[in-house]
């Protein structure tokens, strides 16, 4: 791996990762984006509460656009913020009432994880026959950091601001989730994240979140953990969460 080995990742007081950081242009435009959406989300909460804020649906004109220098976001319920606007990540921001054009909160989420998976799968495909794991994580910054782990498993590092993990299952077809994989996608989505795949020679196995993460999915994700040694498509498929779905690549 090039210059793999000649960089450093410190976290604890024991444990180093070698690591690489891998430039990926799609991966920062759709950070970028979805840090305007966590923006939208943030105003609308610190109006209504969270609560509420799970109650209102919204759609957004302009995040998905070519280019992104402006977002209007359309929706009832929303009338303590209409008319507000503000300049973020140099996009204006500004909250119309009423129906209006634009992509539900649900279709942007699908959207830009589509653009940072389908990214990082291609970096990690490299690497599926390899004797060892590797990860990728993608932080909300847009920085896509490649890790090197052992031959059977690869740990996790603690870092803020995680968008997305990624890690590949060598010289296996099928990929799937084992309770450790579930534990760390379980951490991702509850501190804001998108959640995590597993990449395997027969393809990818993806659990995303498209919606705001509550407690109750918290606790039903859990009882899925202690429930599972590990789990394939067809038994992440057959449980049903509000905020999460299953995307297969």
């Known amino acids: 791996m090039r210059n793999f080995m000649g960089s450093s990742l410190g976290i604890g007081r024991h444990v180093k990762y070698h690591y690489e950081i891998i430039e990926d242009r799609y991966i920062r435009d759709a950070a970028m984006r979805l840090r305007i959406l966590f923006r939208i989300e943030d105003l609308i909460e610190m109006n209504y509460g969270e609560e509420e804020t799970s109650d209102i649906e919204i759609r957004v004109d302009g995040l998905l656009s070519n280019r992104v220098s402006k977002v209007v976001v359309y929706g009832k319920g929303i009338e303590s913020i209409c008319g507000y606007g503000e300049v973020f990540e140099d996009t204006e921001i500004l909250f119309n009432c009423g129906k209006g054009n634009g992509f539900t909160v649900p279709e942007i989420y699908r959207v830009l994880e589509l653009r940072i998976i389908k990214s990082t799968i291609k970096s990690l495909s490299v690497y599926l026959y ?117 995307l297969t690549i």
């Open 130 to 246: 390899y004797d060892r794991e590797y990860l990728m994580l993608i932080l909300s910054s847009g920085v896509a950091l490649l890790l090197e782990g052992l031959e059977k498993s690869i740990t996790i590092p603690t870092l803020e601001n995680v968008l997305l993990i990624a890690h590949t299952h060598p010289k296996v077809y099928q990929p799937v989730f084992s309770r450790k994989d579930l534990m760390a996608t379980l951490d991702v989505v509850s501190k804001r994240g998108l959640g995590s795949c597993v990449t395997a020679v027969g393809g990818s196995l993806c659990i995303l979140r498209e919606k705001a993460f509550t407690i109750e999915e918290y606790e039903k994700f859990e009882l899925l953990i202690n429930s599972l040694k590990m789990a394939a498509r067809q038994t992440l498929e057959g449980i049903k969460f509000e905020s999460l779905y299953v």
